[in-house]
């Protein structure tokens, strides 16, 4: 415990003293509008978006709050009469034209509105500090109840820190919230069970109607977490305690729904994500501009429904690879970046706890649930922006915690920091780089080995990247470019041709789109020294060794999976040799690591 509270103490006084704004790179992710929530929450006692909130904004990051989402307001009422439903819901707009509404999720400003008041910006990470620690000891004491207490002190530690949560901790959005609401949740509906003479409250109901009312708050801030309420209802049915099962089902829904509804009151929408819903760069409502801003420079982002269409398409191929990439993908791959979650659910099935009815309708909702989510989101299921780690599914790995059985040695503690470092150590070391540039932890190290998620390739990390590297059209195709062995495409001579330089100093990987599936590219690569070219296009691959200044040419079979609105492939290369161009010709000013120009045509499938 006195570790604990060192623990503490010491990331407290960072959480205080860090400059948010220069420490933490400026805006990352959707940090924009919870910022700006959170502000206006704790300043003007509202939750509505009007030209103070923008001053203030400027204020503290002397820019605008890039990626915003704000709404227009509706004045809701309800009408009944004989027709079904009998209710009917009316919407007018909103009469003030001085006004828009913030359109994410109010639950998280709402939490940190005082810790803001209080401290500013550094409100937040206070108050992801000691949601974390509150986490820590919850978790201490469950497996501590059973377990020897060293191995359960560095499990608990080895399941929050060797994995990409405390990265989150750094970002102002809710995830480290949805996180601890459901680790909390489950804490109190199961201490009673491996601990009988817990104290009084734990043992009865009311910890039940609270881990109940956690619940619903959690499935309100982000619903795919809906599917974690079911255990606490089944459990108590599986007992045959119906009126306990109903009544924290009930209790989990009357919570999320009297959220919707709070949101409802405020901006007149039931869903903070539909409506007129845009957002905003460099340019925002209400910042002067003689025309409309909202008209001229808003980016429509509703999302009040779903496209079954494009989730249907070609689903069984595309749900398979997804079902690899959300385990194993180098980005998003729930093995690499969730490490100590796999130590525990692999220690459940070797157990004799297996049996246990609770911990097998945990494991079934976690199932669930990421079913679910590559179903009903199957191009977005990391979250989209291309986050750290998979950040949808961190308040269903905070459940997995309690599939834990007793620990009778430290081995297991330390399995779980040894193969989650080897991934997330990178992350850790400077948690604040690997927030705003994600993209740097893939480029090196381990997840290297990992497969490259090409059925999101618009929600890649590389996507942050202004310029050319992001992606850049290549005779027909769509070219990400996902680390630095490879540089964009370049005019190489007097007719306008372009090529891809291949660096000589590693494998070069880059995510290929097109309009259309590729049967195979057509492709001609040379090279000013010896050296052997590597190449695949998600099939064979393919070795073809090269003389100075003799151009090849051979086809590269090529295998994808269709994405939203086109086909997607893994385009692989790596030159065995390189050269630099200033050492060989001093009047040449190209200073690159170069190995292999490679052009390349996409030839349709079939053809």
């Known amino acids: 415990m006195r570790v604990g509270v060192v623990l503490l103490i010491v990331a407290l006084a960072a959480a205080l003293s860090v400059d948010v704004v220069k420490t933490g790179y400026g805006l990352k992710g959707d940090e924009a509008t919870y910022v700006s929530m959170a502000l206006s929450l704790a300043y003007d006692h509202d939750l509505t978006y009007e030209r103070r909130d923008l001053d203030r904004f400027f204020g503290l990051y002397r820019s605008g709050p890039d990626g915003i989402f704000l709404k227009k307001g509706k004045q809701l009422r309800f009408r009944t009469n004989s027709e079904l439903p009998f209710i009917h819901e009316i919407k007018t707009p909103d009469k003030q034209a001085d006004r828009l509404y913030f359109a994410k999720a109010l639950l998280y400003p709402v939490v940190a509105a005082p ?46 820190g060797a994995t990409c949560v405390p990265v989150y901790t750094v970002f102002l959005v809710p995830e480290i919230l949805n996180f601890s609401l459901i680790f909390f949740a489950y804490f109190l509906w199961l201490y009673k069970e491996v601990k009988p003479d817990a104290p ?43 009126v306990d099962g109903f009544l924290v089902g009930a209790v989990s829904v009357v919570v999320a729904c009297a959220f919707f509804g709070l949101t409802a009151m405020n901006t007149g929408e039931f869903n903070y994500q539909g409506g007129d819903r845009k957002t905003f760069y460099t340019a925002f409502p209400l910042d002067g501009s003689k025309d409309s801003v909202w008209d001229r420079k808003g980016t429509e982002m509703s999302t009040n429904d779903s496209d079954s269409e494009s989730v249907l398409q070609d689903f069984t191929n595309r749900f398979a690879h997804n079902v690899e990439y959300f385990l194993v993908g180098r980005h998003f791959g729930f093995v690499p970046y969730y490490f100590p979650g796999m130590v525990a659910i692999g220690l459940w099935l070797f157990s004799r706890e297996r049996r246990d009815a609770w911990r097998l309708l945990t494991f079934l909702a976690v199932l669930g649930s990421a079913v679910g989510l590559l179903i009903w989101a199957p191009y977005t299921w990391s979250g989209g922006g291309g986050p750290s780690g998979n950040r949808y599914i961190i308040g269903v790995y905070a459940a997995i915690f309690f599939l834990t059985p007793p620990l009778t040695s430290t081995a297991p503690a330390v399995l779980a920091w040894l193969g989650g470092a080897l991934f997330t150590a990178k992350m850790l070391v400077n948690p604040f780089v690997a927030a705003k540039a994600p993209y740097l932890t893939t480029e090196r190290g381990f997840a290297r080995y990992l497969p490259v998620e090409v059925t999101m390739a618009n929600d890649l990390p590389i996507v942050l990247i202004e310029g050319p590297r992001a992606h850049s059209w290549f005779n027909g195709v769509l070219l ?77 079979p090529a295998s994808g999976v269709r994405d939203l609105s086109s086909y997607a492939y893994l385009l692989s290369a790596r030159s065995t040799e390189g050269f630099t161009e200033h050492l060989r010709n001093p009047a040449s000013k190209d200073d690159r690591n170069l190995g292999v120009l490679m052009r390349f045509t996409a030839i349709p499938a079939g053809k």
């Open 115 to 160: 810790f803001v008041w209080l401290l500013g910006l550094n409100g937040f990470l206070v108050l992801h500090v000691l949601l974390l620690f509150g986490v820590c000891v919850c978790g201490y004491t469950f497996l501590a109840a059973r377990s020897q207490p060293a191995a359960a002190m560095i499990f608990t530690l080895a399941f929050v």
């Open 480 to 556: 990400y470019f996902l680390d630095e062995h490879a540089y964009p495409p370049e005019v190489i001579d007097p007719a306008g041709h372009t090529g891809v330089w291949i660096a000589g100093d590693g494998r070069a990987d880059m995510v290929m789109r097109s309009d259309w599936p590729i049967g195979r590219l057509q492709m001609t690569v040379e090279s000013r020294v010896p050296t052997t070219f590597v190449v695949s296009a998600g099939s064979t691959q393919t070795r073809i060794p090269l003389l100075p200044d003799k151009p090849v040419t051979f086809d590269v």
């Open 200 to 242: 009084g409250w734990l043992r009865g109901r009311g910890s039940d109607i609270a881990a109940a009312i956690l619940l619903g708050a959690a499935v309100y801030s982000k619903p795919p977490n809906a599917l974690l309420v079911a255990p606490l209802v089944l459990w108590f049915w599986w007992r045959r305690k119906w």
